[in-house]
């Protein structure tokens, strides 16, 4: 499972004691072969060291394998975190017996405090000491934070005969350990055996991303630490770049990790699926329905069971740029009509009962002003989101 | 005070019957000589429809007053919610015996839901039947949702030798009445006795409107009803059009019931004061400021009394268009440094105590990069605000 699915990749997880809990807190995996790499990092202005490391690294198209861990994020750090970042990519590839520039580092955890060197340095020997084919479970434990449980996916295709594994891995956010506060940044690491050009594989995950990953929110807050790789090692023999059925079976595993996300994110207890169609443009369509769905209000009516045409008007209409006729919207709520032309119809009564009936409610809102669509996935807000999140004291 | 505390004022507030608790929901307040007006509206596309309705008349420059509504919002209620909106504005200038186009028509409460001219009309008849020098206290009342407490200010200025005077209501959100849930909509009225053109009033307020009412959060909705108006009627026998002490009195007004409507935001327990420095441009440091001041996990960490340098960091760098050095970067918390040159200082034990110390708690950025500075003031975010806007169901 996980990104030891496909062919001749290692992967292993060890407790370094970067999390108070004593959990599992830092991975490593590695391609017993060369391999090509592609990924995608968050957009924020402050980026995480590992991030400043790692990124020329993706950007070269070929590395082995990468360093992960989830104690501290390492980022608002200054000099020294890149320092720390680098020592701990050069230990990886040292005890890996790979060249250290194909070494990637990434962590996640609490931002804005230093990881300690001394306590890591060991583990990541440890790791390379405990690499191995079964090892994809460990790993996919080791890199999670406030998740309440690991998410993997893998997929298997059949490329000229040869059967190509994709595998994957996932951190979102969850409740794993309440007196912690680690911020939600998200991390997700594919593996295939598949060959594959890092240009191929970087079209692929361009293909997807912004419809899965870049499509979902918990709480609309974007993380200094984002990061997505897409590693192929050719182990099965077979070239895949351009294999419409991989980049389809990629992106299809995609979606199933970034819904496992929202469903694990912090204080969820609904999914809230918002989908804009009749928009003028696709760019406005995903304004909107981001608008939507990661509105305070909007997630706190969710989590009430009310179908609030009201709050979704106002959400609607907060979107910078975007073309709208207020009296030809249409919404429905949990599949039930609560406004029609821009006029309530009536029906909330129908739509609280079938919000309160399903734990993935879906608002569905149609512009009339174009044909363009879009879809964003978040969940519902709940005191215990904000309670967990306050509690959290230094 | 409030509305009436300058020459020529009357307002009433009744109870029509559209709050469930049966409190004061319509307010009218009018001048007894014409009168100036300059306003401004909800940027929201989705406007209310009184918005339609009075936004000519505004615009039109003269105005004898304003019939307010505080249970149903009356928006995104199609073509029927206009015309509700002017009969509404019609009846109320026949009670008071002024032209049609000089009544302004206003409302806040339930959005979505059309509002009943059968509960409403006979009220504004009273309200008209009622109206007096004495009445602004009552008016202020009637405005709120689910604010806590009536925000009302004045000014009294010399002019010449002469007394000019400013009053003026504003309604935020707040907890009032916890089984309704209302949307929170700013309405704010302003008045005053000195005389001026509708464009010097129109001048006053853009000079001030940005970094008073626009720099201010409850939970970073928008509302499709946001409306402030400014009137003079020149009653006090003077005139104010260029007077800079009229003009630097409005805007201390406006700062003052900008902080009252945070101060009474729903569920908030802390005052929130973001300042950014040093930025690079002027637009700049207010995107940042409102990055940070409306970060669900900045909130949550002043709720808790966590001086989270990490989450500070990634909001300023989530910020559209920011010129950023991150390794430039200091912040302080509640007067505390946490941050130095983009890394941290160590001192959050420091900062936790200062924090828990106060009920307005500061975070002052500087980026190191320019001059400008913004100011943006929000609130803690704390499970009672969520469960406050869960709880209402249809």
């Not at 407790?15 to 490593?28: M, R």
């Not at 934070?145 to 994709?166: F, L, N, Q, S």
């Not at 696709?282 to 009516?301: D, I, N, P, Q, Y």
């Not at 008007?313 to 949990?334: F, H, N, W, Y």
Request: net charge negative.
């Amino acid at each position: 499972v996980s990104v030891t699915a496909p062919n001749g990749w290692l992967a292993a997880g060890v407790a370094a004691g970067t999390k108070p809990s004593g959990a599992l807190d830092l991975a490593l995996f590695l391609s017993e072969r060369p391999a090509s790499v592609a990924g995608a990092f968050t957009t924020n202005l402050v980026v995480g060291a590992p991030i400043v490391v790692s990124k020329p690294r993706v950007a070269a198209g070929h590395a082995r394998g990468c360093v992960v861990s989830a104690g501290i994020a390492n980022v608002a750090t200054g000099e020294a975190g890149i320092e720390d970042a680098v020592e701990m990519a050069r230990i990886a590839a040292e005890a890996c017996g790979v060249a250290e520039e194909e070494m990637l580092v990434s962590a996640t955890g609490i931002i804005g405090r230093r990881i300690p060197r001394e306590v890591v340095e060991p583990a990541i020997k440890d790791a390379a000491a405990q690499l191995s084919s079964a090892g994809g479970s460990l790993a996919a434990e080791a890199i999670l934070t406030t998740d309440a449980r690991p998410k993997t996916a893998t997929r298997a295709i059949d490329v000229e005969g040869v059967r190509v594994t994709i595998g994957g891995m996932a951190k979102g956010a969850g409740m794993i350990a309440p007196r912690m506060e680690l911020h939600a940044t998200m991390l997700v690491f594919l593996t295939t055996d598949g060959g594959a050009s890092p240009e191929a594989l970087q079209r692929v995950l361009a293909d997807h991303l912004d419809r899965t990953f870049n499509s979902i929110s918990v709480d609309g807050c974007t993380s200094t630490s984002d990061t997505v790789l897409l590693f192929a090692n050719g182990a099965a023999g077979v070239d895949v770049d351009d294999d419409p059925a991989f980049a389809a079976a990629v992106g299809d595993l995609m979606e199933e990790l970034a819904l496992a996300i929202v469903r694990d994110g912090e204080g969820a207890s609904k999914i809230l699926r918002v989908r804009v169609s009749g928009a003028q443009e696709e760019a406005h369509a995903r304004a909107a329905a981001r608008e939507v769905a990661t509105s305070l209000l909007v997630r706190c009516a969710v989590a009430g069971g009310d179908p609030n045409w009201g709050r979704i008007a106002q959400a609607i209409g907060q979107t910078s740029g975007l073309v709208l006729d207020p009296a030809a919207i249409d919404v429905r709520v949990a599949g039930v009509p609560v406004a029609s032309r821009g006029a309530p119809t009536g029906r909330e009564a129908d739509a609280a009962a079938a919000m309160r009936a399903t734990d993935e409610v879906s608002i569905e809102i149609e512009l009339h002003v174009g044909s363009a669509t879009w879809e964003f996935v978040s969940s519902d807000l709940t005191p215990e989101y904000v309670t967990f999140n306050a509690e959290y004291t230094t």
